[in-house]
């Protein structure tokens, strides 16, 4: 194979597959004819990272195919390196994506990660809960010490409705009824988490 790949959007912005080797920069050189002078002669940008991947080096694949894009495993100067390699159209990503995976006789493999999607709402919801009933508890101390609450801003009918249960809850039953809640949240948040596999297909 012998094709260049340009996409000034991405991370990498150009992408050189040949037989021998993925060529890889993330300054736009526009043109393979450019790229390849400025890569021959050593010439680069003061921000300009290339790398010359062996296929040999290259260890594992992880693509993301809804995103037409794919992580590239590989070693460079015997440390572990990744790039993440992002292409314009699915034609394009596939046929990249199956030359190296047969160039390199990877196998596919299936395995099970988390997701963050999966319990990422119930987090939040036990985050709010923690900060609903520090406030809470802030308002209810106020009160006890017959401090004067001022309501003020943007939001004086929420501060007004947090006063109104902090009066009405005080200090102690503010922190049963807080502990409560967020516990029964963080159980929630936790069996969703455990709960939060998802499949990943990758190729080494």
Known sequence: MDKFIANPKGLIKNILI???????TDEDYKTKEA??????NGEKGILNTIHWIDYTTITKIVPFIKKTSFQLFFIENDKNKKTY????????????????????????????IKSFDSWKTQLIVTGMSILLFALI???ALHVE????????????????????????????NTIILGATITV?????????????????????
């Open 137 to 139: 508890y802030i308002d």
């Open 35 to 40: 790229f390849l002078k400025k890569i021959e």
């Open 85 to 112: 390699l992002e292409f314009k159209t699915q034609e394009e990503f596939n046929e990249v994506l199956n030359f190296i995976v047969n160039k390199n006789h990877f196998r596919k493999e299936l395995i099970k």
């Open 18 to 24: 040949t037989d021998k080797d993925v060529i890889i």
């Open 184 to 204: 029964a949240l963080a159980i929630w948040t936790i069996l969703a988490y455990k709960k939060g596999n998802t499949i990943k297909e990758i190729y080494n």
């Open 145 to 172: 010490k017959r401090e004067v609450v001022k309501i003020t801003g943007s939001r004086r009918g929420i501060k007004k409705m947090l006063l109104t249960v902090a009066e009405t809850l005080g200090t102690t």
